[in-house]
């Protein structure tokens, strides 16, 4: 899909705020109201918008955040993955090329909780090894 100025500029403003009104949408971006409407339309159809959804502040996330960097035996990736999708803590599963297979991203409450996590995932029928790194703070995050 083509993305011209303009639709770039409505996502840009969408990422900022995807509850704006289509008016002051139209408005900030000097468009009539049923250009915008036909834009949007357009992009969801398209696949450049897959949806509208919420940030959970600081107050509603998980304090703690890890990435386990996992290796896994030949051909069993699908057991692993429906191994780690049965674990409530595993937010995210990246494959990965290079020395690990897969990219785990972690949530958690407690240190017990994110230390449970990490043993069930190393006690994983299929996985040969994993390291954790726990994060600390984020220095940036352009998905904000």
Excluded: W
């Excluded at 009104?21 to 992009?43: E, K, M, N, S």
């Excluded at 998980?62 to 990435?67: E, F, I, M, Q, V």
């Excluded at 240190?111 to 390291?131: F, H, M, P, W, Y």
């Amino acid at each position: 899909m083509r993305l011209d100025e303009t639709d770039q500029a409505l996502i840009a403003a969408l990422q900022g705020n995807a509850r704006q009104p289509i008016a002051d949408l139209a408005r900030g971006l000097g468009l009539a109201r049923t250009t915008v409407q036909a834009r949007l339309d357009r992009l969801e159809r398209g696949g450049a918008i897959a949806g509208y959804t919420i940030r959970l502040g600081s107050a509603l996330r998980d304090p703690l955040r890890a990435t386990a960097l996992v290796s896994i035996e030949p051909r069993s990736g699908p057991a692993v993955l429906n191994r780690l999708r049965s674990l409530p803590g595993v937010q995210v599963v990246h494959t990965t090329s290079g020395r690990f297979d897969l990219l785990v991203q972690i949530a958690a409450q407690t240190t017990q909780e994110l230390d449970e996590t990490l043993d069930r995932i190393g006690e994983a029928r299929g996985v040969k090894s994993s390291e954790s790194l726990i994060h600390l703070s984020t220095k940036l995050d352009r998905r904000c």
